[in-house]
């Protein structure tokens, strides 16, 4: 028996002693006693399995690891660093049985945070140990030595491996999903592998670096106004696809929402459709695509609140909606949710035990504010394949979760890698410009600005896209095509083009009416049954109604019986009182104009109405996400429509 099971035995055997002295009991004694040990047998049987279970899940062979805040910068810790920065370390290790092996050394390895981290550790591509020197004392538990950091900007996780005696050690890497994990597995240094590698945790410890040349700089490129984005506004391009024998044109037209909310992010949805299977976002035959998906990314923009910096701007998910195939006006329409879609992506974790990522750029970065020309970024893209493609899975493994929680329940985990390269070039547009006997540019934009080069690769292929832009306007062309190289010139033979043909970027709109011929409507009066035109025009960045407006209004009016009869005053407050609605126009506005057709029995009157854009806002689905924001766009002229 072992020590424990004695001492539960003595109490039992100071009572049998008493009790023996009357010979009449000694019967039901023994009998009691036999019963007493079969049950103690099976406690410790019992307490053996339970020892034996605890051991399987945690492991017991590692009793070296890492104090707490074991990991120190003695020369001054920052939120960021210079690339090839020399910094000063102090590691601290700890022996948590002090009649087990002994802590013997501490060994450094430094990793991409967004890499691979459940590889070897003597793959090039990820764990190195490079520019790292120092040494172990003994006698103190520790190392101390210098780390210079790498020239390329990035996040590093440093995790440093406690070796023990008997040649098994601690990995403080926290990539590895066994239970408690996140602190550090054990493994066997020796070749006899006497644990399974990945099992059992140990206590490590891990600190993320970030390297960035731009995160304090006042200066380059302010990549917010290059974006321009905003409620409210948006963008049309007309485009040739040339991934056929004769060049496919299209339309897509990129619009902004209202701010929303999902899985406790705010985000900035940006919207894509297109007029036919080849526009842009997915197009049709760009890297063997169908074409048959709309997209709304949902952006973090350049916005606090977040563990990244808002100095960045990323995509935290993107959303697929059917393309509308069967409707007279594609274009203007989203499409139906389709969460199972494989571009239906997330692209960072909120594993809270593992918060190594992201902790200066956002997930699947777009833009940097301080880039200057010539910089190049490069990083580790993990994509996520939306929850609801493995439901089944995640409503056994969380019973108590609703759907959207489940969906929210980012936990971390390597799939899905890719990589992408970022280039910031200055360039010059024409409108000479041609491809194919296609010119582009269409007179909208010419002149010096930035062009974004963005490189993707994945398991499947690669893409190339290089985005023309233009600050406080936007994109105002586009070049894509798969497979394409990752030098800094521009695209050769392009899957595909578009260019900026309108664009709304705030103000307010000038309206006016005209017969179907585009003739001025005398008298703006329309018959019932009768047709009209509604011309629609923004404001140019000079402040000018010149550019051609498309989108969806929205409108408030009333109604007298003549123009000369004013309606009661509009109260903001209560947008119907006094006589006066709000909605939604129904007729969809394209390239600066929207006809209408009045019904036969629609009442008489004036109508007095004002127009602005109207904003989308996130279309209900099963993941929660709604939009918290109400942006007020300015009122348009005021406009006098008579119906007789």
Known sequence: MTPLDTKLLRPTISIVRELVKDKKTVLKIATSLFLFVGLLTSVVLV???????????????????????????????????????RINLTIRGKEFNSSAPKLTNIVLWYAPANGNLRTTATSAENWKNTNITGSYNASTKSWTGTWVLPTEDGE????????????????SNPGYLCPDCHTGYQFDRSSA???????????GCHKTF????????????????????????NWVYKGYNFTESTPQEFYSYFSIEEKSSICGHTVLPLRFTKSNLYGHWGPKGHNRLAGVYNQRHLLTYFQSGERWSDRTLGLLFHKSYNFPSTSTNPISELGVYNPIDGLSLRHFSEDTNRNFQNNYFSPYLWGENGATEGYEYSQTNIAYVNSLTKLATLREKYPKLTDQQLFCKLDYEMSG???????????????TDNYGGKVFNYGLYTGSLMRLRVYESWGGGSTREDLFMVPN?????????????????RITNPDYIMSLVS?????????????????PLPSNRVARGGSYKIKVKSKDRQGNFTVPYSGWLEVRRCITSSPSIECA??????????????????????LGEATETLSSSIAVGTRHAYYRPFINTAPGDYTGEVSISKTELPWGNETHLTIY
């Open 47 to 85: 307490q053996q399995n339970q020892d034996i279970r605890e051991h399987a899940q945690t492991g017991s062979v590692v009793t070296v690891g890492c104090q707490d805040n074991g990991i120190t910068i003695t020369s001054g810790e920052k939120k960021f660093y210079s690339p090839g920065e």
């Open 156 to 171: 590093y996780i440093l995790a440093p491996n406690f070796i023990q005696s008997d040649n098994y050690a601690c990995s």
């Open 193 to 203: 592998q006497r644990i399974p590698r990945e099992t059992y945790s140990c206590k």
């Open 210 to 233: 970030v390297v960035s040349r731009t995160a304090s700089n006042p200066g380059g490129y302010d990549m917010k106004s290059y974006y321009n984005f905003s409620p409210g506004y």
């Open 417 to 431: 890698n890719g990589a992408w390269r970022m280039a910031y070039l200055s360039d010059n547009l024409s409108n």
């Open 473 to 489: 306007l936007g994109i105002v062309r586009m070049d894509k095509k798969g497979g394409a190289s990752q030098d800094t010139g």
């Open 503 to 519: 664009y709304y970027i705030g103000g307010d709109l000038k309206i006016n009416f005209t017969d179907l011929n585009s003739n």
């Open 569 to 590: 005053p509009y109260d903001p407050a209560n947008p119907t009182a006094n006589g006066w609605a709000a909605f939604k126009w129904g007729r969809w506005v394209w």
